[in-house]
């Protein structure tokens, strides 16, 4: 079975531009999570969707939006790149959006986005 | 806010047994979780506590106390590959949709 597949895997851009960053999740799974790692640091939340719909959004400014397809596949759209945007952008899936029990994440192996 | 702390690195030995403490102070408690992640790879799902105690799976074990925030992964009969960075996770709320993680721990084995 596929796990969480993302795309592009790099990418590089420049200041200014826009990127947009694609997840597809485990089949069945209904949710999806985007978390931005930067160097050195642990994930950090950006967004979770579930059934399409927005459920949480984390400390991130309105340059950074999300939506999810009804395939359950996500973008993540970043406009305006800062050099701070320099990060790996991992997509997450689970079942459920956070009911009691583990409802473990599934990591992909994320997208490298390099701003110069 | 959520503060999840964990140590920078660690050095151990090939066959050796390491143990990575997690404290955490959250506003709420639901779930805490250990991840693993290789160099360049995403971060795989090493285990989950809920309730104190030990969790044990394999040649790793997990503890928690909910008591006084913490949390130690214990990795036994250290292997090569299990040089990798180990990221502690906490859920706070029951309803909570989302995973704040500490910085994480880099272990490295050495031969």
């Known amino acids: 079975d596929a796990g969480v597949t993302q795309s592009p895997t790099h990418l590089i851009k420049t200041r200014g531009q826009h990127v947009t960053l694609r997840c597809s999740p485990i089949?069945?799974?209904?949710?999806v999570s985007w978390y931005q790692q930067v160097l050195g640091q642990g994930p950090q939340f950006i967004f979770q969707y579930y059934e399409k719909e927005e459920r949480g959004r984390g400390n991130f400014p309105d340059r950074f939006s999300a939506r999810q397809f009804p395939n359950y596949s996500s973008e993540l759209n970043v406009n305006a790149l800062l050099l701070g945007d320099s990060a790996l952008y991992l997509c997450a899936s689970s079942l459920g959006a956070g009911e009691a029990g583990a409802n473990v994440l599934t990591f992909g192996a994320g997208s490298r986005l390099t701003v110069l | 806010g959520q503060n999840i702390d964990q140590p920078t690195e660690m050095t151990a030995t090939e066959g050796a047994i390491v143990q990575i403490n997690c404290t955490y102070q959250t506003s709420g408690f639901n779930g805490l979780f250990w991840y693993q992640q290789h160099a360049g790879e995403a971060p795989t799902f090493l285990s989950y506590n809920v309730l104190d105690g030990l969790e044990e799976k394999g040649r790793f074990s997990s503890f928690l106390s909910r008591s006084k925030g913490y949390s130690y992964l214990l990795l036994k009969e250290l292997q090569m590959k299990d040089s990798a960075s180990y990221l502690c996770a906490v859920r706070a709320l029951s309803n909570d949709y989302k995973l704040s993680f500490g910085a994480g721990t880099t272990v490295t084995v050495r031969a």
């Open positions: 089949s069945g799974h209904k949710s």
